[in-house]
Every structure is written in C-alpha cells, then in structure tokens.
Nanobody, 123 residues
Framework: VQLQASGGGLVQPGGSLRLSCVAS????????IGWWRQAPGKEREKVAC?????????KYADSVKGRFTISRDRFKNMLYLQKNKLKPEDTAVYYC????????????????WGQGTQVTVSS
C-alpha cells in the first residue's frame, strides 16, 4: 500500500487549491479513505473522508464543511481534495490516509499515510 499526496502550496485567503493523492497497491473503490491535516503545535485532524464506492458517502469536519470537497477518480485510483474559500487557519500539512480495512468513514483511522503536502494560506 502506497499513498503519495501532492498539490500543496502558497495561496491567498479566499483562494482555492486542489490536493491529489495517488494510491497504489489497493483499489480505492474498496475502502474508506480520507484527508487529515496537522498544523504546527496541534494534533492531526481528520478533515474529509470518502467511504467505499458501494456506500458512496462523504464526511467533513465542521471547520471545512461547505468549503472542501473530497472526490475520487476510480480509473486513475486517485483521491482529491478541492479546497475553496481558504482561510489562514487552513494552513497545515495535509495527508491522505487509509487503513485498507474499513469501508465507512465513521470508523476510519489511518494506518497508511501519504508523505504530506504543505498548504500555506497567507497574504
């Protein structure tokens, strides 16, 4: 199982950014997978999750609801996080993660992580 996240960068408040995560060694269709973030001095926080394809549900942290959208490309085996209306408090290292066990978001705690991609929201 390998995950590789990319797409971070510097963006102004109110701007948009899309993160990508390439998955290999397993099928994204079969498991729940999500995005976490960790800001300096804070614990890692799960911000978005996508359940396995048969379920199709998504779940978001209250802090990003309505601004972030998680999606998959099943043909490319890729996960995305579209981030709009970015705020300075969204500044963090973002990770994609899964455990290749659970299929729904409620119980997902990742065992496998991408390497993280830095997102900085600043003017």
């Amino acid at each position: 199982v390998q995950l590789q996240a990319s797409g971070g960068g510097l963006v102004q408040p109110g701007g948009s950014l899309r993160l990508s995560c390439v998955a290999s060694g397993f099928s994204l269709d079969s498991y729940a997978i999500g995005w976490w973030r960790q800001a300096p001095g804070k614990e890692r926080e799960k911000v978005a999750c996508s359940s396995a394809r048969f379920d199709g549900s998504t779940k978001y942290a209250d802090s990003v609801k309505g601004r972030f959208t998680i999606s998959r490309d099943r043909f490319k085996n890729m996960l995305y996080l579209q981030k709009n209306k970015l705020k300075p408090e969204d500044t963090a290292v973002y990770y994609c993660g899964t455990d290749v066990v659970v299929t729904t978001c409620d119980t997902l705690e990742a065992d496998y992580w991408g390497q993280g991609t830095q997102v900085t929201v600043s003017s």
